[in-house]
């Protein structure tokens, strides 16, 4: 778990861990050097998009309670409950993870924000007192990436009168392109993504133009279409033979 987490915060680049650093002799001398097999599995906009849902988790979702137990720094990451307690976080220096359970997969009964959270929050707190981890800084947006304040509640490019709005982050030509319809804005119509398309034309002869459908006559309301009269032929009177005519002289 600890391994695929990397891919977010390497942009999209995934870290296979290892289990040794490094083996020295009594002289200090390196015996053996590991290292992390690395390897471009996501789209660097992609890793930093869920980066940015993971650090709103941090912020105001399940894992809150990282900050109200002193960890300020950066940080993003996802609690997981089921027969156990997990918590999956990072910073832009350090990947951590924290199982709480039982081996026998008996019920532990207690969620991961209760479990595993305060396990992984004093770790890191201690973990980046070290210098090697202690300068974490906020997570950099590769290019691609715009950050756009919204309402959340509407989904809309956020105006002076919205009570409550945020950044957030999209890919670039997906971001709302209308104000916020609940508080002084116009109607969102849709939000326009560059490249795609609402109907894919279909295959067709080349030179073949693409049949129009004929309009139906309008027709009055209340007036049905298979009530409609007909304008009436006129009806053909039947040629009369040459005997037909003579008996037609003697009347």
């Given at each position: 778990v600890?391994?695929?987490?990397?891919?977010?915060?390497?942009?999209?680049?995934?870290?296979a861990p290892y289990w040794l650093?490094?083996?020295r002799d009594e002289k200090g001398q390196v015996l053996y050097s590991g290292s992390s097999k690395t390897e471009s599995v996501l789209d660097p906009r992609v890793a930093f998009e869920m980066v940015d849902l993971l650090q709103e988790v941090v912020r105001r979702g399940t894992a809150a309670?990282?900050?109200?137990?002193?960890?300020?720094?950066?940080?993003a990451g996802k609690t997981g409950t089921s027969h156990d307690g997990w918590f999956a976080g990072f910073t832009s220096k350090l990947v951590c993870v924290v199982w709480v359970g039982?081996?026998?997969n008996r019920e532990l009964g207690v969620e991961g924000a209760r479990s595993a959270l305060p396990i992984w929050t004093e770790f890191m707190k201690?973990?980046?007192?070290?210098r090697q981890y202690r300068n974490a800084r906020s997570f950099e947006a590769p290019d691609g990436i715009v950050m756009v304040e919204i309402d959340p509640l509407s989904g809309g490019l956020a105006t002076p009168t919205c009570p409550k709005t945020e950044m957030q982050a999209f890919l670039a030509g997906s971001q709302p392109v209308e104000v916020c319809r609940l508080h002084g804005g116009e109607a969102i119509s849709t939000t326009q993504v560059s490249g795609w398309e609402t109907e894919p034309?279909?295959?067709?002869?080349?030179?073949q133009a693409r049949p129009h459908a004929r309009p139906r006559p309008s027709t009055p309301s209340g007036t049905d279409h298979n009530a409609q009269s007909k304008p009436e032929k006129k009806r053909e009177q039947p040629q009369k033979g040459i005997f037909r005519r003579l008996l037609d002289m003697f009347k």
């Open positions: 600890a391994g695929a987490y990397t891919v977010f915060v390497n942009h999209g680049v995934h870290a650093k490094s083996v309670g990282v900050r109200s137990r002193g960890f300020s720094l950066p940080a039982f081996d026998d201690r973990a980046h007192e070290h034309a279909a295959d067709k002869p080349e030179g």
